[in-house]
């Protein structure tokens, strides 16, 4: 068996929240729709991939989420223009790293990325 995709699921009562964050702020495509269950994502190749940690890196907390982008500043102006309040950061980690935390409209602690 080979495990092809893993995909994270959040329950919510205003699934509109997520285009208003993720396809508006974020840029995801909207890739599947029944109403009820929407589904945003890219074209762009991604690895399977699923972490555990007790902490988050540099004694923040896990996030929920890790979303890497290819360019961290334009993700930054477009929280900052949303208005989303910046949980930690932005700061060049030690291991290679630069990215910054914010709380998606669920709740969801994201740890948004880029490789240096």
Same mark, same amino acid.
């Given at each position: @068996? ?14 509109d929240k ?5 396809? /508006? ?7 599947? /729709?029944?109403? *009820? ?6 074209? $762009?190749? @991604?690895g399977v ?15 929920d989420l ?7 500043? $334009? ?11 910046? $949980?930690?950061?932005?700061?060049? $980690?030690? *291991? ?7 709380? /998606? ?12």
């Amino acid at each position: @068996m080979k495990v092809k995709r893993i995909m994270a699921n959040t329950r919510t009562a205003d699934i509109d929240k997520a285009a208003a964050f993720y396809r /508006d702020i974020l840029g995801l495509e909207l890739l599947m /729709d029944h109403g *009820w269950f929407q589904t945003y994502g890219s074209d $762009e190749q @991604m690895g399977v991939q699923i972490s555990f940690g007790s902490e988050g890196g540099s004694g923040t907390a896990v996030p929920d989420l890790s979303i890497e982008v290819d360019d961290l500043n $334009e993700a930054l102006n477009r929280i900052e223009k949303h208005a989303v309040p910046i $949980e930690y950061g932005p700061v060049s $980690e030690p *291991w290679g790293v630069r990215r910054f935390y914010v709380y /998606d409209p669920f709740g969801k602690l994201l740890n948004i990325l880029q490789h240096e």
